[in-house]
């Protein structure tokens, strides 16, 4: 639920800029129907860790043991010049209308690849932020976007029991090493045993995997079974 502050900034905002698509102008919507179908999806999926192509983003056999995950499945490119806009007026600007797009898309990625098939019982899980980061977003992207990925879906969500604990630097910031460092043991598990569940961890951007990883570390600490992360682009 927005607080006031942030129902303020978004009534500022759209006096000042009008909502129109970022790609065409055309006002209406941030990215109309005609420009959503430009946006193009990744063409292979791979192992995050040496880059060897494969059809699911499962970490390869020799990568496997150095992961909790057991894949990351990357929908689109950070490159992509209208996917790389969307993501960061969703979490720079504050444009929560952006993660129905970004959700959608996730959707329709899904939809269009014939060899990714999510278990439909698994349990979608958003990367949580830390309340510090939450109140100055005043939302959770991740959050934002899974629950447009579960609507009218068999997919249960839970985005109250996975908690980030410690606030640090923002991963954007860091090489692969402090990124690795940064997130270790920031993650906590406050719901009921997850024996045999899969999970699919929902982010905006992997670049190293290192967050969805510590994610999957406590989930597999409370007895969870498969674990995916789903993101809408790598950086």
């Given at each position: 639920m927005q607080n006031h502050a942030s129902r303020w900034r978004d009534f500022v905002f759209d006096l000042i800029f009008p909502i129109e698509c970022i790609n065409c102008r055309q006002e209406g919507d941030w990215l109309c129907q005609n420009c959503f179908k430009k946006l193009e999806f990744s063409r292979k999926q791979y192992c995050l860790n040496c880059k060897t192509t494969n059809n699911l983003g499962e970490f390869c056999h020799n990568c496997q043991k150095e992961y909790y995950l057991d894949g990351v499945i990357i929908a689109g490119n950070y490159d992509d010049k209208i996917l790389n806009q969307l993501i960061k007026l969703l979490k720079y600007?504050?444009?929560k209308d952006i993660a129905v797009i970004l959700g959608n898309y996730l959707i329709?990625?899904?939809?269009?690849?014939q060899y990714i098939k999510l278990?439909?019982?698994?349990?979608?899980?958003?990367?949580?932020?830390?309340?510090?980061r939450w109140r100055w977003r005043g939302f959770n992207q991740a959050e934002e976007i899974a629950k447009v990925v579960t609507q009218n879906s068999q997919f249960k969500i839970n985005s109250k029991d996975l908690i980030r604990t410690k606030h640090k630097r923002a991963q954007a910031k860091l090489n692969e090493k402090q990124r690795l460092k940064n997130v270790t043991d920031c993650f906590s598990w406050s719901g009921n045993d997850l024996t045999g569940a899969d999970i699919v961890l929902i982010d905006d951007v992997v670049t190293t995997?290192?967050?969805?990883?510590?994610?999957?570390?406590?989930?597999?600490q409370n007895g969870a079974g498969k674990i995916w992360g789903l993101v809408v682009a790598k950086g």
């Open positions: 600007h504050f444009i329709a990625f899904l939809q269009s690849n278990n439909s019982k698994s349990i979608i899980i958003p990367v949580p932020l830390h309340q510090r995997g290192a967050t969805l990883n510590e994610c999957a570390k406590i989930l597999k």
